[in-house]
């Protein structure tokens, strides 16, 4: 069966300091990608997906910066936090070229810039 | 513009009672239409998925209706239990550039009291 891993589940950074937030798929090969950011009270916000190694796309320009250096790893990173990337991120995943699978959370990171 | 807007933004019921949460949505090309149950800093879990051709679809005590020409999806809860108490979010699918992208609702906010 597929699981997704995020770590870690909870971060307290000062501001100005970097960031990685990683995540891990396994029980499949070739999955989409996703960074989502959750803020208090609102829907969840597509930050940057990845049909590929290598390959990412950004829905939103920001601070933050994400890389896939293998199949089933994703990283979102950032060199220097702002108080405003505070926030619930999530991770996920789903099959790639069907559009009517379904999309697999991680547990997600609350990260308190401060 | 793709949106997605649920309503109520939170509800509160007495366990045992039965309760409709409604989504309105605009979005284009449509893909499908997603219910999602998340609890207080996890992160979401499917409870249906609809295409456009679908009217209805339960899983256990829920069930989601579609009315692709109104574009509204409701998720009714039967006999709701302590359990119940979470955010139920709809998100609405569009396939873009080889991936779904998933518009998320706000979410509603459910407290189930004894």
């Known amino acids: 069966s597929q699981t997704i891993h995020q770590w870690p589940a909870t971060l307290v950074q000062p501001v100005g300091s970097p960031l990685s937030l990683e995540c891990t798929v396994e029980?499949?090969?070739?999955?989409?990608l996703y960074w989502y950011r959750q803020a208090a009270g609102r829907g969840l916000q597509l930050l940057f997906y990845?049909?590929?190694?290598?390959?990412i796309s950004s829905e939103v320009p920001q601070n933050l910066s994400a890389s896939r250096p293998q199949d089933r790893q994703f990283i979102l990173s950032s060199k220097k936090l702002l108080l405003s990337d505070s926030g619930f991120y999530l991770c996920a995943w789903s099959v790639r070229g069907f559009a009517n699978t379904e999309a697999f959370f991680g547990q997600g990171t609350r990260l308190t810039v401060v | 513009k793709n949106q997605v807007e649920q309503s109520p933004q939170s509800l509160i019921i007495l366990e045992g009672k039965n309760c409709t949460l409604q989504?309105?949505?605009?979005?284009?090309?449509?893909?499908?239409l997603r219910w999602y149950k998340q609890d207080t800093g996890r992160g979401p879990v499917s409870l249906t998925i609809?295409?456009?051709?679908?009217n209805t679809k339960s899983n256990g005590r829920y069930t989601a209706t579609l009315d692709a020409d109104t574009k509204q999806s409701s998720l009714h809860i039967t006999a709701s239990q302590l359990s119940d108490s979470a955010s139920y979010i709809c998100v609405v699918s569009v396939l873009s550039g080889g991936y779904n992208k998933l518009i998320f609702g706000a979410g509603t906010r459910l407290a189930v009291h004894p």
């Open positions: 990845s049909v590929g190694i290598g390959q």
């Open positions: 609809m295409t456009f051709s679908e």
């Open positions: 989504c309105n949505y605009t979005v284009s090309p449509f893909s499908n």
């Open positions: 029980g499949t090969s070739n999955p989409n």
